[in-house]
Each structure stands twice: as structure tokens, then as C-alpha cells.
């Protein structure tokens, strides 16, 4: 028979695929002797059997009444007891952390009779009313999926008129019985009164929040698979309102928003843990907890340095103190931001709890995007409005929303502005530039999903009276409405009113070669953790730049050489009339004249590119697009000669231009006249780009240069095209004295030229993958279309957990480029294969391009410290047999 239920002494961290993370850590601490209430968890084994029948496994809840006798034993309280009842709190816990997003019910075991007894034990009748109301409110909105606004109205009626004390035990019963007449009337039976009913309903209730929808979408945007499944965590209540001498709290063993050492996190004075993230109250500093309750704090300051030593990792920890006597509620490696994941990983290093390519593995090519994003340029700024938190690092500038239907559905970037967030305002953090809140602080749950996302955030700003009926928001006299532009700051917490300017990040001034790697401990731990990701990476990284200033801003960057340099980007602007020639010419002789005009343009291009890049290798495509690209659009010349014969005139050039346009046009220009086929049909036009291409590599070796040009032809799709160009190129290159040798290649983007590549690479002296072609063709797909018309629905229903063009889809697309490689480096052994797609940039993708066993890949300029951040963690990942960069 299965098992599905582990005490926490059972398990332990290395367990989480089955025990949840939550779960896993409760029973790390366990073993670890530190104090945590005695509890249980029923795996994801169950999860996933009651999602995929509906009903709990057999046996299941037999095993949950056997473990939860051994907690009443260990208490000497028991569940239903009306003189000395025990109370379950009933937690979600997947294997990733997902703030928020799943159910909790806690206080599990109040009825009427056993809040007598928990009144009676506790001493404390206002105590237990209130933790019977938050059982009503809470069950009826996971269990049954009541609105809690009417529950809120009711309290908040209460909380202004009961004075500054707050509501007393009666006015509290008094609540409760409308809390129960709410409850019955929109459920349509009583509150159940059976404590045992009310925790399997409660079980069953974690389960089916799985697949909640703010749950699914957040696994969409962190990537996380749907069919892992929540655990559940059963575990015996502790209270932090019972008191001034009881409290709860959120800590941090560092700084999560910069990573400085440190005691960070919030606390509250006679509050339950659900008060801390939802940001309904705004906490202390922890720091504070030293002056309430030195006792306490020494404890947990102790227990955070085990934590922290023992996982070697920044430790999210929660915590209860109940009259004086402290618990451990959850502890996890905590999300930080992107700034603080490269200081922290430094620093371990320098403490000696981890290596160098652990600290690699701890930080991803995303982060470090993020980091090279514009902060603002406070120079003549305007004094702010308020200042909040700062919880989630960067610059955000946008118009004001206040509500996350308005910030997922505007045009432009928006500040999403709430009192505070909740798991239902996710579609519209995701959406948002930035979110800025007036409760809450750093452990709330705006700043806490904010961080993971990497948005902006500013929580906690209480001077802001938000009124989102009103659409709008008063600082004292000042009055912000719905659509006027604020800017936030989530290093600093400063709001501020209108577009404040940016300037670039330290990291991007750094990457651009304008800022001592030593600035600050941020710049100097990026430094440090991409010099090691150069030193042990074996992709090399080369970008794709088509001018003489890309070609150097990349090598700034440190781009090792040029995969992709697009010679039709060379053809527009005042070239064009020069394609109009060669398009319109007649006859041979006026196709010779067009082409020489070209020539030394393309030339002199070549040589720019080229000096920038000695010593480098530059891959020069041959022109790709159809010719009709570079002409007027059919529309526009249709309607100037209609304009020019309506009065009269001779359309002239307009004319045969149109009448070329039309004999061009092509129903599908993707998979038309392009690539090697237009240099197959044009004579003369690829030999006319490859002469440029010599003649510009001749005059610089004149010049003591060492030119490392490289000649690709695109779209091959059979290893004869790849011949009939060689045929005429190849006496091109041997025409131009004092040119180096030039290695002649081809893109891979086709699905036959992948099936056939051990053939083509008998032709060829290198590959490049065009993986956005290669994505287009072997899906069926126009990106131009698809992306606006069905992919939104494709990633709603989990058909896509990404689109295939922000990270290469591996099942499909994938083995399309092993098989090329295999084949390929089959007929010829010394093959160089590279990638020069937009997936060259992107982390996830890299990994797989290492894996495949790629030389190389090339993307964009700004992108090439990504990916050699990327390609340095895939070679430590594969050696360590780790991959998750979560």
C-alpha cells in the first residue's frame, strides 16, 4: 500500500520533489533540534493521484488520523477537545516556492464548544473569538471560494467602532455569529462543526489550489512544469496573538534587496503570520524584536546563523513567538533580487561556504539582464511625493493604475498602485512597470512576488490615502489621479511625481568598459562570477552586428568574433535606389552596372567591421531577404501611380518600379526567392558580395591587420545549392590577391538542410544554426502572425510553457539541430557549428546548445555578457549534473 503521509522527523531538504519545499525544510529543521511544531505532510505522491481522480487515495486520510494521534500525543491536546483543544494550521508546499499563490487555513478545530476551551486554557476569550472569526473567514474563501469583501466589511464596521483598544470577546462573538450567517447563506449549510471534516476539506481545498488560476499563471511566468503538485503541511497551531509578549515575523539572514549581511526581515506584535505577508498591518524593523523581547531575538539571531551555515545559502525563515516561547514555522532559500544574488554568491565564496562554481550556478544570465537595466538620474529631480520601502530594486516610470484589470489590459507602461497586493493582482504585476503600495513591508506579498519577477516595487508608503473607487491617490494636499505619470524607485522607496530620467546601471557602464570593476561590491561581484563563467565556459560567444559600431560595442562586451553579420542591412537607407537599379535593370550590362556601383560600399562596410574585429572571426552572411524588401511597399506605389495617371502624368520610375513589385510579389515571401536561391537566379550578386568581402580582407592585411572572415550562404536546403555557389564564388576568392583564405559555410534553418547535413557539410567548412527559421519551418509557423494571433492561447492552455522563439523547443527543434550535429561533424570531424538565432542570447537556450555540443553562439551586442554568463553555468551545471536555475 502506498504511503502518502511523513512526520517531519521522516524526511529531510533533499526530498522536495516529494515533501514539497516547505515540507522538506520543516523536516530539516527538525533534525536539526530546533523548535518546531510537531506536524506532518502528506506528499505530492497524493496531490497529484486526487488531481487526477478528483477524490483523496485510498487510505489517505487513515494515514492522516494515525499521525495526527502521535501529534496529540506529543501535545496532550487533541483535536475536538472541548476543554484543551489542539488547533491545525494546514499549509500548502510545492517544490518551488510560490508566494502566495496556493491555500492556507489555519486554526483548524474551532467550533462553538472547543473555543470555550481554548478561551478557558488560553485565559484570553478576545483571543479565541478572533482565531474562530479567521477560521470562518478563511475556510469559507479556500474551501468554498467565498468573496472575502463581505467578511472585511463586517470587520471593518466593527474596527471603527470599537475604539482604540479594538473589538472585545463579545463584540468578537457577536462577528462571529455574522460571520456564520454569511457563511451559511452563501454556502447554503452551516459552518461545519465536525474538526475532523474540517480539516480533510481543508486538505482537499490545498490540493485543488494547484491549479488555482493565479497558480497556473505564475507557473507559466517562472517557468515552473504543472504536473509536480503541492504537498501538505498539517501542523499543530501556535500563536502569535496572544499578546503583547507574542508576535510573528519574517526574517532574512541577509539583506534580499542588496545582500548586505545583516538581520533584515519585519515583525509584529501580537499578530498571526498571515497578517505579516498580506501587508494588512505595517510591521517593525526586525531589529526591533531586540527592545520587545531580547530573549527571543538572541534565540533566533542563533538559529538564523545555523540556518544560514547549515544550507550555506540566504534563509527565508518565518517565525511565531507565543508568550515568549519561540517557534519555527518555515525556513527556504530566499528569492532575492538580482542585485543581491550576485553580491551574496561573492560573498559565500569569501566565507568559504561555497566554490566558485557554485557561486556561478546561483546566478542566471536573467539576472544579470536585469542588472544592466537604467536607474534614475536624480540630477534636478523633484522632490518626491512620499517614500515607502524599497523592496525590489530599479527605475520604473509609468502611468498610475489601481487595479490589475487596468495594468494587464493598458497600452504603456503602468504603476500598478494598491493599498496592498494579492495573489489576485498577479496578471496585473506582470504586466506593470512597477508596483508601489502604501502597507506592507519587505516580506509582504507585493515585494516578495515583485523580487521573484524582478519589477520594481516600493511597498509600505503610508503617507499615500489610495482610493481606488475615485481612481486615485492623495499625498496631504496633493492629489494624484488615475493616468498621470509617477516614477518609483525600489533601491531608495522614493515616489515621485512626472518621468524622472535614467541613466545607465553600474553594471552597464562596467560592461561598456567606463567603470572600474572595483565601483562597488554589485560591480565587483559581477566582474568576478563572468571572469570565472570566461574562464571555465566552453561555448564561445560571438554576436550578431552588421556595423562597425555594433562590432565594437560587442567586442566591449566581450564578444569573441561575429557569428551573424547581415549584408542586407547594408542595402537600405540611400542604398536603396541602388537595389531599385539592379531590380529594374535590363539586360545583362545594366545588372554589371548596378552591381559595381554596389561593390565598393559593400567594400568599405567590410573593412569597418573587419578592423574592429581583428583577429576575430566575423561571419558575413550573403543577402537573404527577397528583393522586393528593399522596394517600396505595393500599396504605397499603387497609390502614387494612381495619383500621377488621375492627373495626367507619366508615373515614370513609380510605374516600373510597380510593375517589378508585382512580378515579384509572392504569396509567402518566407519561402520564396531568397537566400541562396536569389544568388542562384541573379548572376553575379553573391560573387559581386564576395569580391567586397576579399578585397576588404586584402586591404587589411596591407594595412598589418589579421582579417578572419568567414563566407555564409543562407537557406540551403541541398548540398548542390551549396555547390553551385561555391562553383561561382570560389574563383572570386582566388582572384583577389593578398585576401587570407576564407572558410565557405551555410545556416542550418531549414528542416532538410538539418536531415541532410552530413551530406552539406561535405561542402561546407562550418554551420550556423538560424534557429528563428529553423523554428518558423519546422512548426509550420509565421512569426509575424502566430505570435499576435494564437500564442497568448497557446500559453494559457499549457500547449507552450514558453514560445518556441524565446527559448528553443528542444523535443522538436532541438533534435533537429542534435541530428544536424551528429551527421555533420560525422562527414567532417574538424566542423566548426555555431547558432546565430535570437535563442543564442537567450540562458535557457545556451544550456541546450552546450549540451548539443555547439562551438558557439552569437547574439545581439547588448546581449553577449548574458550569454557568457549563461554559457559559463551550463558547463558547471553539466559537470555537476544541475541544471535548475530556480
Not at 325 to 347: D, E, N, P, S, Y
Request: proline residues 6%; negative net charge.
Amino acid at each position: 500500500m502506498s504511503k502518502y503521509v511523513y512526520d517531519f522527523i521522516e524526511g529531510d531538504r533533499g526530498r522536495a520533489d516529494l515533501l514539497g519545499g516547505k515540507g522538506a525544510n520543516l523536516s530539516e529543521m527538525t533534525r536539526l533540534g530546533l523548535p518546531v511544531p510537531p506536524g506532518f505532510t502528506i506528499s505530492t505522491d497524493a496531490c497529484r493521484e486526487y488531481l487526477k481522480t478528483g477524490a483523496p487515495p485510498d487510505g489517505l486520510f487513515t494515514e492522516v488520523n494515525a499521525h495526527l494521534r502521535d501529534v496529540e500525543a506529543r501535545l496532550d491536546r487533541r483535536l475536538g477537545d472541548p476543554h484543551n483543544p489542539l488547533l491545525l494550521a494546514v499549509r500548502s508546499g510545492g517544490r518551488y516556492s510560490m508566494p502566495g499563490m496556493m491555500e492556507t487555513v489555519l486554526d483548524i478545530g474551532l467550533n462553538d464548544t472547543t473555543v470555550g476551551g481554548l478561551a478557558a486554557h488560553s485565559g484570553d476569550a478576545r483571543f479565541a473569538w478572533d482565531s474562530y472569526r479567521r477560521l470562518i473567514q478563511m475556510f469559507g474563501r479556500t474551501v468554498h471560494g467565498l468573496p472575502a469583501e463581505e467578511f472585511e466589511r463586517e470587520l471593518e464596521a466593527l474596527r471603527a467602532t470599537a475604539g482604540p483598544a479594538g473589538p472585545n470577546a463579545e463584540q468578537l462573538r457577536d462577528l462571529v455569529q455574522t460571520y456564520k450567517k454569511i457563511f451559511a447563506a452563501q454556502v447554503g449549510h452551516e459552518f461545519p462543526q465536525a474538526p475532523h471534516e474540517q480539516l480533510y476539506l481543508a486538505i482537499r481545498s490545498v490540493f485543488e489550489s494547484w491549479n488555482s488560476e493565479r497558480a497556473r499563471l505564475y507557473r507559466r511566468q517562472e517557468h515552473i512544469p504543472d504536473d509536480l503538485g503541492t504537498a501538505v503541511n498539517v501542523m499543530a497551531m501556535v500563536f502569535g496573538n496572544l499578546g503583547p509578549d507574542s508576535g510573528t515575523g519574517v526574517a532574512f539572514t541577509r539583506d534580499p534587496a542588496t545582500g548586505t549581511p545583516g538581520i533584515y526581515g519585519d515583525y509584529l506584535t501580537d499578530a498571526q503570520g498571515e497578517d505579516v505577508v498580506a501587508g494588512i498591518r505595517n510591521t517593525v524593523g526586525l531589529p526591533e524584536l531586540a527592545h520587545i523581547d531580547p530573549v527571543s531575538y538572541r534565540r533566533l539571531v542563533e538559529i538564523m546563523a545555523t540556518l544560514e551555515r547549515h544550507y550555506r545559502d540566504l534563509c527565508d525563515i518565518e517565525f511565531t513567538i507565543e508568550r515568549g516561547r519561540l517557534w519555527m514555522l518555515q525556513t527556504r532559500v530566499g528569492k532575492r533580487t538580482a542585485a543581491a544574488a550576485f553580491v551574496i554568491a561573492a560573498q559565500l565564496v569569501d566565507e568559504g561556504l561555497i566554490t566558485l562554481d557554485e557561486a556561478l550556478h546561483r546566478v542566471t544570465g536573467a539576472q544579470l539582464a536585469q542588472l544592466m537595466f537604467p536607474a534614475f538620474d536624480l540630477a534636478g529631480a523633484p522632490e518626491p511625493l512620499a517614500v515607502g520601502l524599497g523592496a525590489s530594486p530599479g527605475a520604473a516610470v509609468g502611468r498610475v493604475v489601481f487595479d490589475s484589470a487596468a495594468a494587464a489590459t493598458a497600452d504603456g507602461p503602468v504603476i500598478l498602485v494598491r493599498r496592498e497586493t494579492n495573489p489576485d493582482d498577479l496578471p496585473g504585476m506582470i504586466a506593470a512597470a512597477g508596483v508601489l503600495t502604501s502597507r506592507g513591508g519587505k516580506t509582504s506579498h507585493a515585494a516578495v512576488v515583485a523580487r521573484g519577477m524582478g519589477r520594481t516595487c516600493v511597498c509600505g508608503a503610508d503617507a499615500l490615502r489610495i482610493d481606488p473607487e475615485r481612481g486615485e491617490f492623495t499625498v496631504g494636499d496633493r492629489v494624484v489621479r488615475a493616468s498621470e505619470v509617477i516614477s518609483i524607485d525600489g533601491t531608495t522607496g522614493r515616489v515621485y511625481p512626472g518621468e524622472v530620467p535614467v541613466q545607465p546601471s553600474p553594471v552597464a557602464r562596467y560592461l561598456a568598459g567606463d567603470l572600474s570593476p572595483q565601483a562597488d561590491p554589485l560591480v565587483a561581484a559581477v566582474h568576478r562570477l563572468l571572469g570565472h563563467a570566461d574562464a571555465v565556459r566552453r561555448l564561445g560567444v560571438r554576436a550578431n552586428a552588421d556595423t562597425g559600431a555594433d562590432a565594437r560595442r560587442a567586442r566591449r562586451f566581450g564578444a569573441t568574433g561575429i557569428g551573424l553579420c547581415r549584408t542586407e542591412h547594408m542595402f537600405l537607407g540611400e542604398r536603396r535606389e541602388l537595389v531599385e537599379r539592379l531590380i529594374l535593370a535590363d539586360g545583362p550590362d545594366e545588372v554589371t552596372d548596378a552591381l559595381d556601383a554596389l561593390l565598393p560600399l559593400q567594400r568599405a562596410d567590410f573593412v569597418e567591421i573587419l578592423t574592429a574585429m581583428d583577429g576575430l572571426p566575423v561571419t558575413i552572411r550573403l543577402i537573404d531577404p527577397p528583393l522586393h524588401e528593399f522596394l517600396p511597399p505595393l500599396h504605397e506605389l499603387t497609390a502614387r501611380v494612381a495619383r500621377a495617371e488621375a492627373r495626367g502624368e507619366d508615373p515614370g520610375r513609380d510605374g516600373r518600379l510597380l510593375t517589378a513589385v508585382r512580378r515579384m510579389h509572392e504569396s509567402n515571401p518566407m519561402l520564396g526567392l531568397r537566400g541562396v536561391r536569389l544568388g542562384l537566379v541573379i548572376p553575379g550578386l553573391f560573387a559581386m558580395q564576395v569580391r567586397a568581402v576579399a578585397e576588404a580582407a586584402a586591404q587589411r592585411v596591407h594595412d598589418g591587420g589579421d582579417p578572419q572572415p568567414e563566407i555564409m550562404v543562407p537557406l540551403v536546403g541541398d548540398v548542390r545549392e551549396l555547390r553551385a555557389v561555391r562553383a561561382e564564388i570560389e574563383p572570386v576568392l582566388a582572384g583577389v590577391p593578398d585576401a587570407p583564405t576564407i572558410p565557405i559555410g551555410t545556416m542550418i534553418e531549414v528542416p532538410r538542410a538539418a536531415l541532410t547535413a552530413g551530406e552539406i557539410a561535405e561542402a561546407a567548412h562550418f554551420f550556423s544554426f538560424g534557429t528563428n527559421d529553423l523554428t518558423q519551418t519546422a512548426w509550420a509557423f509565421s512569426r509575424d502572425d502566430v505570435e499576435v494571433s494564437f500564442f497568448s492561447a497557446y500559453l494559457e492552455r499549457g500547449i507552450f510553457g514558453v514560445s518556441p522563439f524565446e527559448s528553443i523547443d528542444a523535443v522538436g527543434v532541438g533534435r533537429l539541430v542534435r541530428s544536424a550535429v551528429a551527421e555533420g561533424r560525422a562527414a567532417r570531424p574538424d566542423l566548426t557549428i555555431g547558432v546565430c538565432g535570437e535563442h543564442g542570447g537567450d540562458p535557457d537556450s545556451i544550456s541546450f546548445f552546450a549540451d548539443a555540443g555547439l562551438d558557439y553562439v552569437s547574439c545581439s551586442p547588448y546581449r553577449v555578457p548574458i550569454a557568457r554568463l549563461a554559457a559559463g553555468r551550463a558547463t558547471v551545471d553539466a559537470t555537476t549534473g544541475t541544471s535548475d536555475s530556480r
